[in-house]
């Protein structure tokens, strides 16, 4: 498909983001002149691109899928990375996104121009204008790797664990893998019965709990199929569970022991070394950095062919990896599971609003949105999992159809009333996210006494969403223009 040569809605990444939006637009009205542009060369984000060793959902499929597509077929409790991908490409086909999207497209620049109220977008594959920009580009799309020294003088093969070197085999390797979060729990279980050694890199132990997963019966789908009332009441009852430990979160409660007594009796039943369960027990309160799924990751660090160091890093040399106190670890292969950038996103360096300048200029390092998805000095645009709109508790897939749904009924009001361009007003910018660092303030994330990538250049959490999930939908559930400068079109042509 090629671009036009201009389009209203430009959805910019066809993930869960981008595509629940356009199904929504597209449900709303068939005719939408919406189009996804995506740099990949298939729809699915994050779980096209993740395809480590057992890389599978670490929130039940039943909460973390659209809540316009339930789906019976799901193999377990946590949906493995394979169904999660098909199932999106099923979404895609069923809802019609599929003819809107144009693949192997990468946004490369998009300029605001305010004389004209349209976006000049430049892309890969050719240039086009928008009335609307929506960059659902996801938080946790851009691989991060240390800039460690002596790294390319490395002999070896290294790769990240979101962009997996399936043409490199580990059979009786000696791999390093460095990095100790979500990832990592997943796919080192998965390497260390082939490799011939896997010694893993800790910075700072993580609170794990056992993940409740299990395989659903066949009764149970068919159940699901022939009564989808009962599927969307076990859904309802994951959120609420699910709603319950957020609140437990967000206010640092007392019932925060409870799972350090779950996390360190699951420690306790798979460690038998004291020294290792000693390295692996953190020291900052549970649920401070996200807490870990796993029934098979601290097993496996248990291993005699697994060998865990928490001395810090040192540097890489020809021949591996150097700790900080000194001891060269040499290894054939070095796996990052160093995780992503979300406070710095290639995108903002992309958006240029109307005083020319671009997000990440904005931003410096510290991002702020209203309502996590509009910012001032950039009309028209949209942010899909923006600043804030994070979770330690629940789906980001119910975040990100909240934030559809206010989009769509931004789109409308554009529509309806002749609007060329909405500006979300400073004031009102200004306001939301004092009350959003105010609210952060009593939470775990705060006063957990960790340090996380939640924070950024300027000690801002800019990344959680600081309560229950039902507050942000109720925030979102209709577009508030009240809080926005709007100009129409009339006034634009005069
Ligand atoms: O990355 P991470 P991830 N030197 O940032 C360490 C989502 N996700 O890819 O803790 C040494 O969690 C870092 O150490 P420290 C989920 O939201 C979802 O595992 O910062 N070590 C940490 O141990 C998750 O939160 C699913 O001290 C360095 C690790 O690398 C997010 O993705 C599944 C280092 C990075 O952990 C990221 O997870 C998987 C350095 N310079 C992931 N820099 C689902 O199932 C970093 N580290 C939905």
């Known amino acids: 498909m090629s671009l036009p040569q201009h389009v209203h809605t430009l959805v910019v990444g066809a993930g869960f983001a981008g595509m629940g939006l356009a199904a929504r637009i597209l449900r709303s009205g068939p005719e939408a002149d919406v189009l996804i542009i995506e740099r990949g060369h298939d729809v699915g984000g994050t779980w096209r691109d993740n395809t480590y060793p057992g890389c599978a959902c670490d929130v039940p499929t039943s909460l973390y899928s659209f809540s316009f597509a339930p789906s019976a077929d799901w193999s377990h409790t946590f949906a493995r990375q394979p169904e999660i991908y098909r199932y999106l490409k099923k979404v895609a086909a ?31 594959r050719g240039s086009l204008t928008a009335d609307v920009v929506v960059a659902a580009t996801g938080a946790l799309s851009t691989p991060s790797i240390p800039d460690m020294p002596g790294l390319d003088t490395f002999g070896g093969t290294t790769f990240h664990s979101a962009t997996w070197n399936h043409d490199h085999d580990l059979t009786g390797e ?14 080192v279980p998965e390497i260390a019965p082939r490799a011939k050694h896997v010694t893993v890199f800790q910075r700072t132990p993580a609170w794990v709990i056992p993940r409740l997963d299990r395989v659903l019966s066949d009764p149970e789908k068919r159940l699901y199929r022939r009564m989808p009332l009962v599927q969307k009441a076990v859904r309802g009852s ?12 967000a206010h640092a409660t007392g019932l925060l022991p409870l799972f350090e007594m779950v996390a360190k009796a699951h420690l306790r039943r798979q460690v038998r070394d004291p020294e290792l369960r000693r390295k692996l027990t953190p020291d900052f309160t549970i649920g401070c950095k996200r807490m870990l799924l796993s029934n098979d990751w601290l097993r496996t660090l248990d ?76 009309p028209n645009l949209f942010l899909m999992y923006g600043p804030n709109t994070n979770l330690g508790h629940s789906s980001i897939v119910y975040m990100l ?68 999930t039902f507050r942000f939908r109720s ?8 809080n926005y400068v709007a100009r129409r079109k009339s006034e634009q042509e005069a």
Not at 95 to 117: F, H, M, N, P, Y
Not at 341 to 367: F, I, M, N, Q, Y
Not at 440 to 454: A, D, E, H, I, P
């Open 174 to 187: 000696r791999v390093a893998v460095i990095g100790t979060g979500a990832s990592a729990v997943q796919f």
């Open 303 to 378: 291993r005699p062919d697994v060998t865990l160091v928490d001395a810090g890093l040192a540097g890489i040399t020809e021949d591996g990896v150097v700790d900080a106190v000194g001891n060269e670890h040499k290894v054939d292969t070095i796996i990052f599971a160093t995780g992503f950038t979300p406070t710095e996103p290639p995108v903002a360096h992309a958006l240029r609003g109307t005083d020319g300048h671009t997000l990440a200029e904005h931003w410096k390092g510290s991002p702020h949105a209203y309502k996590g998805t509009t910012v001032t000095g950039f």
């Open 401 to 468: 159809e909240s934030q559809s749904a206010y989009i769509t009924d931004a789109l409308d009001a554009m529509r309806d009333n002749d609007i060329a361009a909405f500006e979300v007003t400073e004031e009102a910018q200004r306001r939301y996210n004092a009350r959003i660092q105010s609210g952060l303030q009593s939470t775990v994330w705060n006063k957990g006494g960790c340090s996380s990538w939640y924070y950024d250049a300027e000690g801002r959490n800019s990344v959680q969403w600081p309560t229950f």
């Open 94 to 124: 069923d809802t019609g996104i599929l003819s809107r999207v144009v693949t192997d497209c990468a946004l490369e620049q998009a300029d605001w121009d305010d004389a004209k109220a349209v976006w000049h977008v430049r892309t890969s």
């Open 238 to 249: 994951v959120y609420s569970f699910r709603e319950a430990l957020g609140g437990v979160l």
């Open 475 to 482: 925030q979102l559930q209709r577009f508030d223009r009240e």
